[in-house]
């Protein structure tokens, strides 16, 4: 079995080999687990910046704070407001126009600042098809089972917020664990 926590022992092909489940609660009610396939041919800095996070625990606890159906939730915030980075600092931006890795339904990018080389630990996960971000973010994995807890935390309502994005109950990420496949 591999160790997720050893992020410099992995080879590429324990991160291909990697799936990141996300138990998500939406009002403190269980909504199912997100599955989602890590992409490091597109991205590797990205993916294993993201594998320490989930196998340190990071995301454990942690909010969705943006949310905007139809286009994405946004989490990951040590703060929960979008204005927090993690304790491993910034990463180069990984940006892609290859379709493979288009930002579709499903698709985990990075979120960042206006600085391309911003991302940290917020993540964002698109709820439909966002091609105006290929080539400016960092896609670096897909949905590969839980539609129906995506379509929970983005059918939420929302007010507030800069865009009147934050959801009005609290959408959790229960825990986040890094296995590899069966």
């Given at each position: 079995?591999?160790?997720?926590?050893?992020?410099?022992?992995?080879?590429?092909?324990?991160?291909?080999?990697?799936?990141?489940?996300?138990?998500?609660?939406?009002?403190?009610?269980?909504?199912?687990?997100?599955?989602?396939?890590?992409?490091?041919?597109?991205?590797?800095?990205?993916?294993?910046?993201?594998v320490r996070y989930a196998a340190e625990g990071f995301y454990d606890g942690k909010g969705f704070h943006r949310v905007i159906p139809g286009f994405m939730i946004q989490g990951g915030?040590?703060?929960?407001?979008?204005?927090?980075?993690?304790?491993?600092?910034?990463?180069?931006?990984?940006?892609?126009?290859?379709?493979?890795?288009?930002?579709?339904?499903?698709?985990?990018?990075?979120?960042?600042?206006?600085?391309?080389?911003?991302?940290?630990?917020?993540?964002?996960?698109?709820?439909?098809?966002?091609?105006?971000?290929?080539?400016?973010?960092?896609?670096?994995?897909?949905?590969?089972?839980?539609?129906?807890?995506?379509?929970?935390?983005?059918?939420?309502?929302?007010?507030?917020?800069?865009?009147?994005?934050?959801?009005?109950?609290?959408?959790?990420?229960?825990?986040?664990?890094?296995?590899?496949?069966?």
């Amino acid at each position: 079995m591999t160790d997720y926590t050893q992020i410099d022992n992995l080879s590429d092909e324990d991160l291909k080999n990697a799936l990141i489940d996300l138990e998500v609660e939406v009002g403190g009610n269980d909504v199912g687990t997100i599955t989602l396939e890590l992409w490091p041919d597109a991205a590797p800095a990205t993916v294993k910046n993201f594998v320490r996070y989930a196998a340190e625990g990071f995301y454990d606890g942690k909010g969705f704070h943006r949310v905007i159906p139809g286009f994405m939730i946004q989490g990951g915030c040590p703060q929960g407001t979008g204005t927090g980075s993690g304790p491993h600092g910034m990463i180069p931006g990984e940006f892609s126009e290859d379709s493979d890795y288009a930002h579709e339904r499903g698709v985990i990018s990075m979120a960042r600042s206006a600085d391309p080389n911003s991302a940290s630990c917020q993540f964002f996960i698109c709820h439909g098809a966002a091609d105006f971000l290929n080539g400016q973010y960092a896609a670096f994995g897909k949905l590969v089972e839980g539609d129906a807890a995506l379509d929970a935390v983005a059918s939420v309502a929302t007010g507030g917020g800069g865009e009147g994005s934050s959801p009005a109950e609290k959408c959790v990420i229960k825990s986040m664990k890094v296995r590899g496949r069966v």
